[in-house]
């Protein structure tokens, strides 16, 4: 399909990093300028862990959100060794709660109030099985002694696949998928699991920051793998197989933690995000299935219905200049660059 100008529901993202104070100040309207709803992360620091703590952060980020965008926060709970079913239950029925993050201790960043006995954890996980919250992994083992391009595929085999076996009623979304294995598990597995990809793994394979020297700000985790795995990424995404959907996991770190010896993982790509997807739809010639990735397989999975307002994006005739860096009080934060130029602009002013 070639086109110049598509309109489609207002699309959502199902995974995203806002941090807190002034950082989440800076960038929450780079989300609510494109996107209607979104998952909000709970890893912050203290992580997100009680309603009444999870109430308070989708206060503080509807008062970052400017006034003339409408976006709505879906808020999440951080799992921890110490949650209980029933704490999980009576957050789930205030309805604000729409799932819960599980993050093996030290995963990424700021995981290290995560799970590192999943014993511990099944009577949560069966309580979310019965009231059907779904449960949001970061799917990596973290044993030291386990190759770091290796640990999704590792962490199907030994944890997610027994989990599913144990709980099949457990509504899972692995989260930012990264290889061909997790692709094909996904694919081909019933509709109690799901996943969501990110746009900078569409876009960037392992060589983004290893060849030609360190680049710090393609670091990511999971971190972005072979070529093979970027292109088995692309073809689920822009297949319009409702088991996939688009998943930022922009998440913005100030230039200092970045670029020294112990960098920080992330990649902030909310600004250009979905100029970047819709980049890639076009190259893939699957524009007719954007539409699936970014605003309907979501929705779908998580029993919402889709957004009824509307997004216009139409190519335009020169490269859309993007800045290279956003300001915060606190410094800088690199904006994501995808390497290639982007002609597609987003227009959220379409009549119903």
Request: net charge negative.
């Amino acid at each position: 399909m070639s086109a110049t100008e598509i309109v489609i529901r207002r699309p959502d993202d199902w995974h995203l990093h806002l941090r807190d104070a002034s950082m989440m100040a800076a960038v929450v309207p780079f989300s609510s300028a494109d996107f209607g709803r979104a998952i909000i992360m709970p890893n912050t620091l203290p992580p997100v862990t009680t309603l009444n703590q999870a109430i308070k952060y989708r206060e503080d980020i509807k008062k970052a959100v400017p006034g003339e965008h409408s976006f709505e926060p879906l808020m999440t709970l951080y799992l921890t060794e110490m949650s209980t079913p029933e704490d999980i239950g009576s957050a789930a029925q205030n309805g604000i709660i729409k799932a819960v993050k599980l993050y093996p201790a030290g995963a990424t960043t700021n995981s290290e109030s995560g799970v590192k006995d999943w014993q511990k954890v099944l009577p949560v996980l069966e309580e979310m099985a019965k009231i059907g919250l779904p449960l949001l992994v970061h799917g990596e083992v973290t044993d030291a002694d386990v190759d770091i391009f290796d640990r999704e595929e590792l962490f199907i085999d030994t944890v997610l696949s027994p989990l599913r076996q144990k709980i099949p009623e457990l509504r899972i979304v692995m989260e930012h998928v990264t290889t061909d294995t997790g692709v094909n598990y996904v694919m081909s597995s019933d509709s109690n699991l799901a996943a969501t990809i990110t746009a900078h793994h569409l876009i960037i394979n392992r060589n983004a920051y290893l060849a030609g020297g360190i680049k710090p700000h393609y670091y990511c985790l999971p971190v972005a793998k072979r070529e093979k795995h970027r292109l088995a990424l692309r073809k689920a995404a822009t297949s319009g197989d409702a088991k996939f959907f688009f998943g930022s996991d922009s998440a913005p770190h100030l230039d200092g933690l970045k670029e020294c010896d112990c960098g920080c993982a992330g990649i902030f790509t909310s600004i250009n995000a979905l100029g970047c997807i819709t980049t890639v739809f076009e190259q893939e010639g699957k524009l007719e299935n954007l539409e699936k990735f970014v605003s309907l397989n979501g929705p779908e999975f998580y029993g919402l219905p889709a957004n009824s307002s509307k997004t216009r994006l139409y190519k335009t005739s020169r490269p859309i200049r993007f800045p290279e860096k956003i300001q915060t009080s606190g410094g800088t934060v690199t904006v994501f660059n995808p390497l290639f130029a982007i002609y597609w602009q987003v227009d959220n002013r379409v009549e119903e």
